[in-house]
Every structure is written in structure tokens, then in C-alpha cells.
């Protein structure tokens, strides 16, 4: 097991990616359901959903630092493993639930079990060979898409069918699978992976945010999860206004949250390809800026139709971020301190998700809930923009900085050649004056 190939180890981190993905939409959309079925006031369930839904972003956000540092000090796969373990007795806790109050306990618990995708992304990052980094991640993305669009299905069916405790509980089984399977996976063997520098959290998010690189990669981490959780709780509503009226609107705002990562799941390995060939700024300027283009577009669909058709050609671009991210944190970490790195930027993107919502309900407020997708669509494209110049930027460095380390060897070779001339002009002076002398003799 120790041997086993790499192309193995990735199919089986895809396969756990997939799973804990579906466990956690299985049941999340269900969320503000469940807590009217667990006797939450109709009159207060505004308040009650974003308490649920908040506390494990707020929670998860703040230890995410810290699960990174861990990752780091005792190793990626016992984190992986306690990430595992909390998801799976939390989960199991939600279908047993009998009061609201229990629920966000719940929730506070998945909160501290954050961390599984931001390990296993540098499980990942780490072990991939250089070559195959940027596939290896939209492979783990595609995963993790894939199973976002499968979970609300299997979460629907099962709530229908037998009760919205049973996609706990299923989701809970899941979980205990996954469990077994991110134990059997051998570590790596790479023993440099655990670092042995005694650092503070407060040192090494200094570390994170006072390098240039990391620092703006942590920074479109949070504006890119702030746009997307800004438009989430405002779909469903927009759909019912496309449609005319709220009937069956779960079914419809199902659909439309499934499409595009249905989409994107077929065109993420493309985007690791591209990523890996091109640059990964240069990527994401095109991710961001197809998503942007569409975004802008939905605010004015007239039907739903055109409005999941719009939806769709958002998630062939929208796809190409994440794996860019990813990719570019890992080539800007050494191996020890990529825990700490995706700690970090699993803060960045929790506090992202925490603050989108009341971005999202602001903007809904001011102006109208569909122009929310055009704000979200411009700062896309203004972010492709920055992205873009940021490439251009690096190229110009590094072909400085090819020029500077050109000049620097033609300077050692001239120096060189200046100092064997003067020696052979030496050597040729001293054997003109031998050469004299014997003549004289």
C-alpha cells in the first residue's frame, strides 16, 4: 500500500472529495425546512437560518489557521482524518436533532470539522508530480462540483421519501465510509512535508499577509467567494420572480443552483490544462472574465429558460478560479508551510461566504435583486482585469530578471576572459623573458 501509484491516490481523493461534497449538500439547502420541522418560530426562521447557516462559517474561518498550522507540525493525513471523524459524528447529531438550539450546535461542530477540502488540496499540491499539479487539482475540483450537484438530488429524494432526518443520517454513513477510506490511504513517505520551525498562528498569518504573493492570492480567495455567496440566497428568490409566483420553486431553484457546476465538472480539467500551459494568472483573468460577462447577462434574462441557459456558459468559466487559486498558492509555498497557506486561505474564503450574504441582501435592498447579478458580474470582470495585468506584470519580472541573470554570466565570462588573457600575457611575458635570457647566455 505504501508503493501505491500516484494516478490511485488521486482517484481515491477524488472519490472522498465527491462524497464529502454531496453529504454537505445533501442536507444544507433543507437547512430552514428542517428547523420549521424542529418547531423554530415561522416568525423568527429568518433569524434562525442565518444563525445556522453562519456559525460554521464563522467557526471554520477562525480555526482554519489553526488546523493548518497542525497539518503542518504532526502531518496532513491525521488532520484529514480528524476532519473526517467530526463531519461524520456531526452530521449523524443532525438527524437526532430535536430542537433548533441542537441544530446550531450542529453546525458549530461542522464549524471546527472544516478543513477536509483545504488538506486534501495540500495532499494534493504536495505529492502531485510538478509536471501534473495544476490537472491533478481541477481533478479534486471536478470531484467537488460533481458532488455538489449530485447531493441536492440524493438529499431531495431521500427527504421526500423518508424525511429530512434521513439525509442526515445517509450523509452521516457517507461520511464514516469516507472515514475508512482516508485511512487506508498511505502517507506519502515524504517526511519534509512536516515541518520542524516553532512558529506561532499570529506569526504565520503574519507571514501569509506581509508576503506580496500569497497575501493577493489570499485577497481573491475572499472578494471571489464574497461575489458568489452574494448571489446564492438571492437565487431561488429571482427565479420565482422569473417564473411568476413560488410554486414547485424548489425543484426550479434546485436546477438552477445544480447547473453550473453540472457544466463546470465537464470543463475543469480543461482549465487545469490551460492553467498548467499558460499560467494560472492568465486563467483566471479568462475565467473571470467569461463568468463576469455571463453574470452581467442574467440580471436581465427575461425567462428562466434563458436564465439557466445564461447560467450555464457562466459555469464553464466560473470553474477555472479555484483550481488557478490553488494552484498558485502551492507554487508560491515551500512544502512546509502549505498547510498554514490553504489554512489560511480557507479563512479567506469562509469570511468570503460569512460577509457575501449581507453584500448580496444590501445591494437587493438599494437597488432590485437582479441587479445584484450585475454588480457581481462587474466586480468579476474587474478582477480579470487586475488578474490579467498581475500576468503581464510577473512576465515582465521574470524576463528581467532572465536579462539581469544573462548579464550577470556574460559579466563572470567577460571577467574571466579578461583574467586568462592577462594570465596567457603573463605566461607569454615571462617566456619571451626566459626565452631571452637563454638566447643571451
Request: aromatic letters at 12%; charged letters at 10%.
Given at each position: 500500500?505504501?508503493?501505491?501509484s ?20 445533501m ?21 434562525w ?6 456559525s460554521?462559517?464563522?467557526i ?11 497539518s ?27 430542537a ?5 450546535g ?10 477536509y ?9 504536495s ?15 471536478s ?11 440524493i ?8 424525511g ?17 477510506v482516508?485511512y ?5 513517505g ?6 520542524q520551525?516553532?512558529?506561532?498562528i ?13 497575501s493577493?492570492i ?12 452574494a448571489?446564492?440566497?438571492?437565487l ?21 443552483v ?18 498548467q ?50 494552484a498558485?498558492?502551492t ?16 479563512m479567506?474564503n469562509?469570511?468570503g461566504c460569512?460577509?457575501?450574504?449581507l ?8 437597488l ?8 457581481s458580474g462587474?466586480?468579476m470582470?474587474?478582477?480579470s ?12 519580472e521574470?524576463?528581467a ?7 550577470i554570466?556574460?559579466?563572470h565570462?567577460?571577467?574571466d ?10 605566461h607569454?611575458a615571462t617566456f ?8 643571451h647566455?
Amino acid at each position: 500500500m505504501q508503493n501505491m501509484s500516484w494516478n490511485l491516490r488521486l482517484g481515491l481523493y477524488s472519490f472522498c472529495i465527491f462524497f464529502t461534497s454531496s453529504s454537505y449538500t445533501m442536507c444544507v439547502p433543507f437547512l430552514p425546512v428542517y428547523l420549521l420541522e424542529l418547531g423554530a418560530p415561522e416568525e423568527t426562521i429568518e433569524l434562525w437560518s442565518a444563525l445556522v447557516f453562519s456559525s460554521c462559517f464563522l467557526i471554520a474561518g477562525i480555526m482554519a489557521p489553526i488546523w493548518g498550522k497542525i497539518s503542518d507540525v504532526k502531518g496532513k493525513k491525521s488532520m484529514a482524518l480528524r476532519s473526517a471523524i467530526l463531519l461524520f459524528i456531526s452530521y449523524g447529531v443532525g438527524g437526532i436533532v430535536t430542537a433548533p438550539i441542537q441544530l446550531l450546535g450542529m453546525r458549530i461542530i461542522q464549524g471546527f470539522a472544516n478543513g477536509y477540502l483545504p488538506v486534501i488540496l495540500s495532499m494534493v499540491s504536495s505529492q502531485s508530480p510538478k509536471e501534473k499539479v495544476g490537472t491533478s487539482l481541477s481533478f479534486i475540483q471536478s470531484s467537488m462540483l460533481a458532488g455538489t450537484v449530485c447531493g441536492p438530488l440524493i438529499g431531495g429524494l431521500l427527504a421526500e421519501a423518508f424525511g429530512y432526518r434521513a439525509s442526515f443520517l445517509i450523509a452521516s454513513a457517507f461520511l464514516a465510509f469516507i472515514t475508512v477510506v482516508t485511512y487506508i490511504i498511505p502517507d506519502s513517505g515524504d517526511k519534509s512535508e512536516i515541518t520542524q520551525e516553532r512558529t506561532t498562528i499570529l506569526q504565520d498569518l503574519k507571514t501569509c499577509f506581509t508576503d506580496k504573493v500569497i497575501s493577493e492570492i489570499l485577497a481573491l480567495y475572499f472578494i471571489f467567494h464574497l461575489i458568489m455567496m452574494a448571489i446564492q440566497p438571492l437565487l431561488s428568490l429571482y427565479v420565482g420572480q422569473l417564473l411568476g409566483g413560488y410554486s414547485d420553486i424548489a425543484i426550479y431553484a434546485g436546477i438552477a443552483v445544480s447547473v453550473p457546476p453540472m457544466v463546470g465538472a465537464i470543463a475543469a480539467p480543461i482549465w487545469g490544462f490551460l492553467g498548467q500551459r499558460h499560467g494560472y494568472y492568465r486563467s483566471m483573468a479568462a475565467a473571470f472574465m467569461g463568468a463576469g460577462f455571463f453574470l452581467i447577462l442574467q440580471s436581465f434574462a427575461p425567462t428562466y429558460t434563458v436564465l439557466m441557459i445564461l447560467a450555464a456558459l457562466m459555469g464553464l468559466f466560473i470553474v477555472g478560479v479555484v483550481p488557478a487559486l490553488n494552484a498558485s498558492i502551492t507554487l508560491a509555498t515551500p512544502p512546509d508551510f502549505k498547510g498554514r497557506a490553504f489554512g489560511a486561505a480557507t479563512m479567506a474564503n469562509q469570511f468570503g461566504c460569512m460577509f457575501g450574504p449581507l453584500l448580496g441582501a444590501a445591494i437587493a435592498n438599494l437597488l432590485a435583486i437582479r441587479y445584484q447579478f450585475a454588480v457581481s458580474g462587474t466586480l468579476m470582470i474587474v478582477m480579470s482585469l487586475y488578474t490579467g495585468y498581475r500576468f503581464i506584470q510577473n512576465r515582465k519580472e521574470r524576463i528581467a530578471a532572465t536579462e539581469h541573470k544573462a548579464d550577470i554570466i556574460a559579466h563572470h565570462n567577460e571577467q574571466d576572459s579578461i583574467e586568462q588573457n592577462a594570465s596567457m600575457a603573463q605566461h607569454d611575458a615571462t617566456f619571451s623573458d626566459k626565452s631571452s635570457k637563454d638566447k643571451h647566455d
